[in-house]
């Protein structure tokens, strides 16, 4: 059997009339970009998620790096945010001139919170939280660092739809929480897309303003702005896949329990929840001080496997100019040698899970 680590297709087939339907109907509609379907997938978003108001944009980029312009983050400017990040956080901080300041993670995955107020200086301006692999961080320490300190919160939920912190959406906490629709995100497009939600109602509107070149009546410009904006085709998929969403999510979850209770190596740790915090298990991550080994085992065995990430921003050839160097931050170091994302997706068959948990039980070291 051979199992690739995502299947983009079975979750397409899962609602495929539903999918073909809406796109046909976009497409016969004669209006592609900005129009009702967007709108439309901006009010039910919010509204999904708990928040007042939802901007779609082209990408989960796009949401953090104007995110940060329209809070007035930019040259001078610190932001706080977890090492071991996908680097598109990080650089929705430096394309505003701002530098990141990096904290390490704790054994979920997420920033430590006790390891942040040591990193703010009269410079911190926010902290950007991600909520890595898709669960909820403790946003209650968070609320109360950003309070004490006068802090901006921006929350990253490429990867964290839906998931929640004390029965609360992330991306509802801090000031302005970011999602991308990147295909295989939890809720993913058929192609790029991106939205911010906020309940502060002269963000959302400044945003909605700089994703179409600064304009807000068409050919009057009152900022150099960008062209982000969400295509009617991915707005109105979307819609459909928002429908779909918790149950994408509870299929997620249970897949993830079958892992948690059936794989039983000793070289291999599983993955933690914390108390207060749901997953929606974007990824299943598991740690091993033999990760080559395993994945060559793996790999022998026709089951593919990757990980996130194998370079920390602060070691990518991007971030040099930081002037941070391997040793500065060991735990997330340590992380990028050793975490591995097993198989995971929407359509994952029982047959499928089986053998995956049969070769994760069956690595062993070579005498
Ligand atoms: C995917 C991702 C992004 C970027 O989203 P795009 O839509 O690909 O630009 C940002 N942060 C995290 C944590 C991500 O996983």
Not at 136 to 146: G, S, Y
Not at 190 to 207: H, M, R, S
Not at 243 to 254: Q, V
Not at 321 to 332: H, Q, V
Request: glycine share 6%.
């Amino acid at each position: 059997m051979k199992i690739m680590v995502n299947d983009l297709e079975r979750q397409f087939l899962k609602y495929k009339d539903e999918y073909e339907r809406k796109a046909i109907e976009v497409l016969r509609s004669g209006w592609y970009v900005l129009g009702n379907e967007v709108k439309s997938f901006e009010e039910e978003f919010a509204k999904y998620m708990g928040s007042k108001y939802c901007v779609g944009l082209a990408s989960g980029l796009d949401a953090l790096s104007l995110a940060f312009r329209v809070l007035n983050i930019g040259k001078d400017d610190e932001v706080i945010v977890q090492g071991n990040t996908y680097i598109a956080s990080v650089m929705g901080i430096t394309l505003n001139n701002a530098t990141p300041v990096f904290v390490e993670p704790d054994k979920y995955h997420n920033i430590d919170i006790d390891k942040i107020e040591e990193k703010i200086t009269d410079n911190t301006k926010a902290i950007l939280v991600v909520h890595l692999y898709g669960q909820a961080t403790n946003m209650d320490k968070i609320m109360e660092l950003a309070a004490k300190y006068n802090l901006k919160v921006v929350e990253d939920c490429a990867q964290s739809h839906e998931a929640k912190y004390k029965n609360i959406n992330t991306g509802t906490f801090g000031d302005i929480g970011c999602f991308s629709f990147y295909p295989s995100k939890n809720m993913g497009a058929f192609g790029d897309g991106g939205a911010i939600v906020t309940n502060d109602a002269l963000l959302a509107k400044e945003i909605s303003v700089l994703r179409n070149y600064g304009s807000e009546k068409r050919y009057h410009n009152k900022v150099i702005g960008v062209n982000s904006r969400l295509d009617e085709i991915q707005a109105g998929l979307l819609r459909v896949k928002l429908t779909h969403l918790k149950e994408l999510n509870e299929e997620r979850k249970n897949l993830s329990e079958r892992y948690s209770k059936e794989i039983d190596n000793e070289l291999i740790e599983l993955p933690k929840v914390r108390k207060d915090s749901t997953s929606v298990w974007h990824q299943f991550v598991i740690t091993t001080e033999y990760r080559e080994e395993l994945i060559e085992f793996l790999e022998e065995n026709q089951i593919s496997s990757l990980v996130h990430y194998p370079i920390p921003p602060h070691l990518s050839e991007a971030y040099q100019y930081l002037g941070l160097e391997k040793g500065d931050l060991p735990i997330t170091e340590a992380y990028a040698d050793k975490v591995l994302s097993i198989p995971l997706y929407n359509g994952m068959t029982n047959q499928e899970q089986d053998y995956v948990i049969k070769y994760l039980n069956k690595f062993e070291l070579k005498k």
